[in-house]
C-alpha cells in the first residue's frame, strides 16, 4: 500500500531563515509527487508535480526536489505570508487516479 | 476559471439524519474527486468520476455514502445516517485529462460537516 510520511509535523522560523520540509514516501511505482499549500479552512492549492528521481521544480522561495525514496521542500528567506500546512501526496500505478497524501507540515514564519 | 466550488460551506447535522453536499468543478475538467480531511491530516480519497462514470471508490466509502455525477458536470455525495465520525472537511476536486496522465488537482475550499 501507498504511504507519505511527512516530518517535522510543526514548524517555526523566523521571516529569512530558510529551511526544508521532508517527504518520504513508498509507493508501488511512482507516477508523480505532488506538492500542495493548505490555508486555514481553504482547500489545498497546487504548487508543483514531481516526476522521476533528480528533478526540480522552483516557483518563488519555494523549491522541491525529488529522490527515489523522498522529495524535499527547501524555502529560502521565507515570510510570514508563506505560513500555511505543506501537504505532499503520490500516485502510484496501483492507485490509478488516487493520491496518498502525508499528514502536513504546519509552518509557521515569524516576522 | 471560477475555480472549484462547494455548498454548503458548512453543516452541522444531528446523528443519524442525512445531509448532501454539492461540488461544481472547473467548467472544462472532465474528472471529479471526492477527498475527507479530519484536523491534523492530511486528504483521503473517497471516490473518483470520469466525465459520469464512477471509476474508483475508496474502502473507506461505507455504503451509508454515496455519490454521483449525473450529468458529467456537477456531483454530489449523500451521507446517510450520519455518525459523529463522519465529522469531518468534505473536499471536492477536478482535472482534465484521459488515460494514465497525472494533471495536478484543484480542490474547492471544503464543506465542514459536524454531527452532534
Known amino acids: 500500500e501507498d504511504q507519505v510520511t511527512q516530518s517535522p509535523e510543526a514548524l517555526r522560523l523566523q521571516e529569512g531563515e530558510s529551511s526544508s520540509l521532508n517527504c518520504s514516501y513508498t509507493v508501488s511505482g511512482l507516477r508523480g509527487l505532488f506538492w500542495y499549500r493548505q490555508d486555514p479552512g481553504k482547500g489545498p492549492e497546487f504548487l508543483f508535480t514531481l516526476y522521476s528521481a533528480g528533478e526540480e521544480k522552483e516557483k518563488e522561495r519555494l523549491k522541491a526536489t525529488l529522490t527515489k525514496k523522498e522529495s524535499f521542500l527547501h524555502i529560502t528567506a521565507p515570510k510570514p505570508e508563506d505560513s500555511a500546512t505543506y501537504l505532499c501526496?503520490?500516485?502510484?500505478?496501483?492507485?490509478?487516479?488516487?493520491?496518498?497524501f502525508g499528514q502536513g507540515t504546519r509552518l509557521t514564519i515569524n516576522p | 476559471d471560477t475555480g472549484v466550488s462547494q455548498d454548503p460551506r458548512h453543516k452541522i447535522t444531528k446523528r443519524g439524519q442525512n445531509v448532501t453536499f454539492r461540488c461544481d468543478p472547473i467548467s472544462e475538467h472532465n474528472r471529479l474527486y471526492w477527498y475527507r480531511q479530519t484536523l491534523g491530516q492530511g486528504p483521503e480519497f473517497l471516490t473518483y468520476?470520469?466525465?459520469?462514470?464512477?471509476?474508483?471508490k475508496s474502502r473507506l466509502l461505507s455504503d451509508r455514502f454515496s455519490a454521483e455525477r449525473p450529468k458529467g458536470s456537477f456531483s454530489t455525495l449523500e451521507i446517510q445516517r450520519t455518525e459523529q465520525g463522519d465529522s469531518a472537511m468534505y473536499l471536492c476536486a477536478s482535472s482534465l485529462g484521459q488515460g494514465l496522465d497525472n494533471s495536478p488537482l484543484h480542490f474547492g475550499n471544503g464543506t465542514r460537516l459536524t454531527v452532534t
Open positions: 501526496a503520490v500516485q502510484g500505478v496501483q492507485g490509478a487516479q488516487k493520491l496518498v
Open positions: 468520476f470520469q466525465n459520469e462514470a464512477q471509476l474508483e
